[in-house]
C-alpha cells in the first residue's frame, strides 16, 4: 500500500480550505485518511499554514510520498530543508550542532522573507484605500460644483419668470439729494453736477413763477403806482410858485366876533 501526504478540501464554495493528511493512495480525495497532520488555507496572503512538524518528519522517514502542493508547503515551512540536513549530519559531513545552526539561520531568513511581504501587502493595501479616498473626494466635488452650476441656473430662470410674471413697477421720483458743490476744474472751467433732485425742484420752481397771481393784487399795484406818480407832480407844482388858494373865512367865526 502506496502512503501519501495530501490535502483533503474543505469549507464552501469559492472559499476552500485544505486539511493535511495521510491516507491511501487509491482513497478518493473526501475519502478516508489515516492521520490528519495539519491545515492549509490559501485565502489568505501570505497563506496560512498550520503543520505538526515532528509527525511530518516522522511520515517522510517511513517512506510517505507528498504531493506537489503538499511537497511546497513541507519546503516553505522547513521540513524538507531539515531533513536534507539530517541526511548530512547521517553521512558524516557536519554534526547536529552545525545542522541546527544552519537550519536556524535559515529559518530566520524565511522569517524575514515572509515579515517583508507581510509588510510590502500591507502598505500597498494602504495605498490602494487611500487612492481610492482621494478619487472619491474627486468625484464628489465634481458633483457639487455640477449640483451648484444646476441650481444657479434653476434660480435665474425662476427669477426671470418671476420678472415676466410680475407688472412693470411705476418708477417713484427719487428723494432730493444734498447738492455738491462743483470743483474747480484744471482747465478753468467749473463742472456743474446736479442730481436727479436737483432738477425736479428747478423745474417746480419754474412752474411756480409762470403761474399768474390773480388781479386783485395787480390792481392794488397799480394804484399805488398812481398814487406815487400824483405826489410827485403836486410837489413839482409847488416848486413852481403857485400859491395854494385861500380858504373863505367861515360866517359862523364872523357872527362871533
Known amino acids: 500500500m502506496s502512503v501519501k501526504i495530501r490535502l483533503t478540501r474543505q469549507g464552501k464554495k469559492r472559499f476552500a480550505y485544505y486539511h493535511i493528511v495521510i491516507a491511501d493512495g487509491r482513497a478518493p480525495r473526501a475519502g478516508r485518511f489515516v492521520e490528519k497532520i495539519g491545515t492549509y488555507n490559501p485565502n489568505t496572503d501570505p497563506a496560512t499554514i498550520d503543520i505538526d512538524f515532528d509527525k511530518a518528519m516522522e511520515w517522510l522517514d517511513k517512506g510517505a510520498q507528498p504531493t506537489e502542493t503538499v511537497s511546497a508547503i513541507l519546503s516553505y515551512k522547513g521540513i524538507l530543508m531539515k531533513r536534507h540536513l539530517l541526511g548530512g549530519v547521517k553521512k558524516g559531513v557536519f554534526n547536529e550542532e552545525e545542522a541546527e545552526r544552519r537550519f536556524s539561520e535559515w529559518m530566520k531568513q524565511k522569517d524575514s522573507k515572509i515579515e517583508a ?13 487611500q487612492k481610492h479616498l482621494e478619487n472619491e473626494s474627486k468625484v464628489k466635488e465634481t458633483r457639487a460644483q455640477e449640483i451648484l452650476k444646476k441650481t444657479s441656473k434653476l ?15 411705476v418708477p417713484q421720483t427719487p428723494e432730493p439729494a ?3 458743490k462743483p470743483e474747480a476744474d484744471t482747465t478753468g472751467y467749473e463742472t456743474e453736477e446736479t442730481t436727479a433732485g436737483e432738477i425736479n425742484q428747478e423745474q417746480v420752481a419754474e412752474k411756480k413763477e409762470s403761474v399768474p397771481e390773480p ?3 395787480v390792481n392794488e399795484e397799480q394804484g399805488q403806482e398812481t398814487a406815487k406818480e400824483t405826489e410827485g407832480q403836486e410837489v413839482t407844482n409847488d416848486s413852481e410858485g403857485n400859491e395854494p388858494e385861500e380858504k ?4 359862523k367865526e364872523e357872527k362871533s366876533e
Open 178 to 180: 444734498e447738492k455738491v
Open 248 to 251: 373863505a373865512e367861515d360866517p
Open 155 to 169: 434660480a435665474e430662470q425662476a427669477e426671470e419668470d418671476k420678472a415676466v410674471a410680475q407688472p412693470a413697477e
Open 117 to 129: 511581504k507581510r509588510e510590502r501587502i500591507f502598505r500597498e493595501k494602504e495605498e490602494s484605500v
Open 215 to 217: 388781479a386783485e393784487e
